[in-house]
């Protein structure tokens, strides 16, 4: 067995209502605090709960609400401002993974040289602590808030940058699934299908190990049995609680065993086309998995037995079939388009399909794929995901 290294957040406080805890787990850390968020976040108001919870514990706090898309180096920069003008010593991530990776990007540069670009494929790796930083995830899906991964688009070139360092991996989380309740339908399958690509590419990852493993597997048996339940019933807080645990797990697992070439080729559409990054994972996944399946048909069949007992006797080759099937419906039922139906058009699509593919390439994630595609194979593959029948 070869020797493997897990690394998580130091603290989890986990439950319904846990976000009252954030006053005491932000009082551990230091006395003044940015709360990174945004402007939905304050109008559902938990920015206030937030603000009232770190008043009653005697810090001082601030509040960067610029961010209104997935995040970019724009805003690293104006909230990195802030934190030296409130001279804050503690970072609070409230919101989903723009927030929360926008928050790990400020935490390393408050105490670290050069820009987030500098960081980029380990060109540049911190030299000292992040700031601490306490992530409060709003949906159950990306699992920043317990990965040492952050992406952020570099607005200068376009290209979404994927940047894994230990320094990036939050102090502490606070998963409250009460905040995730209240998303739109929207949200909740973009996020959702986020979350079970992680749980699914951390166990068919090269990169895979027996830890990972466990943490795989839970996650999408959690999310495949409760994402239409959570999805359809705003009001169903088991279903709530469990998306919100899958997601985390899968977040562990993917940031412990990697991701593979959904996600290599999901950030370049995000860049190009400002999909939401679950929605273009999701327009991705049936169609990768369909070509990768021949290489790890086993890993499949066994995702399939755990999440589904009464398929734990059928062949292989049938199971991870089933599967890779029952992926796709998932998609159908959470109305996800394929890239012509979401609207990109054509002609820019695939004007834009060689830089794509480089950058994907250029990511990493690919080569921890079961089967890595060339370049030309990646442009194919875009291809067949823009008129991809998602409906039967």
């Known amino acids: 067995m070869k020797v493997n290294t897990m690394n998580f957040p130091e603290r989890i406080v986990y439950g319904p209502g846990s976000l009252g805890s954030i006053g005491e787990e932000a009082g551990k850390e230091g006395s003044r605090a ?10 559902l108001g938990y920015l206030e709960t937030c603000e009232k919870a770190l008043h009653e514990s005697g810090l001082h706090s601030a509040a960067f609400l610029d961010i209104e898309t997935e995040p970019t180096d724009t805003y690293v920069e104006k909230a990195l401002e802030m934190v030296k003008q409130e001279n804050a ?13 926008t928050a790990k990007a400020v935490a390393v540069l408050a105490n670290n040289e050069g820009a987030i670009k500098d960081y980029m494929n380990n060109k540049k790796t911190a030299a000292h602590k992040a700031l601490p930083l306490i992530a409060v995830p709003t949906t159950a899906g990306t699992g920043s808030e317990a990965t040492d991964v952050t992406v952020i688009t570099n607005t200068a070139d376009g290209v979404k940058m994927m940047i894994k360092q230990p320094a990036f991996m939050p102090k502490a989380a606070i998963i409250d699934s009460h905040l995730s309740m209240s998303s739109p339908k929207s949200i909740k399958a973009a996020t ?19 830890f990972s493993d466990q943490l795989a597997l839970s996650s999408a048996k959690l999310i495949m049995h409760n994402i239409l339940k959570s999805y359809e019933d705003k009001e169903d807080t088991h279903a709530a609680e469990q998306m919100a645990l899958g ?16 996600h290599g080729m999901s950030r370049p559409i995000g860049a190009m086309f400002h999909v939401p990054h679950g929605i273009s994972n999701a327009m991705l996944l049936p169609v990768i998995l369909e070509y990768s399946s021949d290489s790890c ?3 499949l069949s ?12 059928l062949p292989e080759e049938e199971a991870a079939g089933r599967f890779v099937n029952k992926v796709l419906e998932l998609c159908q039922k959470l109305g996800i388009p394929n890239m012509k139906g979401w609207g990109i058009e054509e002609d820019a699509y695939h004007q834009v399909l060689e830089k794509m593919a480089a950058d994907a390439l250029e990511s990493g994630s690919p080569g921890n794929n079961p089967i890595v595609p060339t370049e030309k194979e990646i442009i194919a593959l875009y291809e067949k995901a823009y008129v991809y029948e998602y409906t039967n």
């Open 34 to 43: 940015l709360i990174v968020s945004d402007n939905i976040m304050k109008k």
């Open 89 to 101: 010593d503690v970072i609070i991530a409230l919101g989903g993974g723009s927030c929360i990776d």
């Open 192 to 210: 959702g299908m986020d979350a079970l690509t992680h749980a699914i590419e951390a166990y068919i990852s090269k990169k895979a190990h027996v």
């Open 247 to 262: 997601a985390m797990q899968g977040g562990m697992a993917f940031s412990n065993a990697s991701v593979c070439l959904v």
């Open 297 to 299: 048909r086993y890993r």
């Open 302 to 313: 066994e995702l399939a037995a755990f999440i589904y007992p009464e398929w734990a006797d």
